[in-house]
């Protein structure tokens, strides 16, 4: 029972399916940073499924947020669910951030790392570049800052709990890029691995006395 929160009646059924794993991962990275409203923080791979929590969990609690995606079109809308800033890569961003969700791994991971202000935190959630991430002599010298490995466990009720009050009011948007019957599932999961959609992927259920809509892996 601690893994589990009672979906208010006004939810969306496949939105607040869609809220783990990527919602709980993302506020509780943020959580562990020291999220507040005097930070800057910095969510890479940002039009992703913990990416796109990530911006609105952090904007939700008054920090500068910088949302970082890999084109123009997977930047879209995130202006409007609370990036202060949306940007192509890294490249651009010269000033120090005080916190990083990163989702992205390879070399974007060692750009962040470089990017960090001194006590600042970086949270390696994911690795969608499939690529090495490799320090150059010195990187880890200097003014302490952290680099932490990230994973689910324990009891979530709680977490989730948080999320699905705001997200059945319409202030916590859970996009959802691709939903269709569970017959479907390797053109979801196709879809999802070659990203070619942004947010999350639900599958319908609709057999017997089972309709509640379950996401994809």
Known sequence: MAALAEVPK???????VALPVAGVAALRSLR????????????????????????????????????SVGSAARGE???????????????????????VVDS??????????????????VRSVGWASGESAVFPPYATAGPAKS????VVEGDVGADLAILTEPAAEGALGVEIGWQGSWD????????????????KAVLEVASGELHAPVPAP
């Open 77 to 99: 809308g995130l202006a409007e669910i609370g990036a202060d800033e949306v940007l192509i890569g890294l490249e651009s961003l010269q000033r120090p951030v005080d916190v």
């Open 104 to 121: 992205v791994g390879g070399p974007q991971l060692v750009a962040a790392w470089n990017l960090l202000a001194p006590g600042g935190s």
């Open 147 to 150: 680099l932490t490995s990230f």
């Open 184 to 199: 479907r599932f390797d053109e979801a999961a196709e879809a999802l691995r070659g990203r070619r959609i942004s947010g």
């Open 32 to 67: 562990a940073a020291g999220l507040g409203p005097d930070k800057r923080v910095l969510v890479t791979g940002a039009s992703g499924g913990v990416g796109r929590f990530a911006v609105q969990l952090a904007a939700r609690a008054g920090a500068h947020v910088i949302a």
């Open 10 to 16: 006004s939810s969306d059924p496949a939105q607040a």
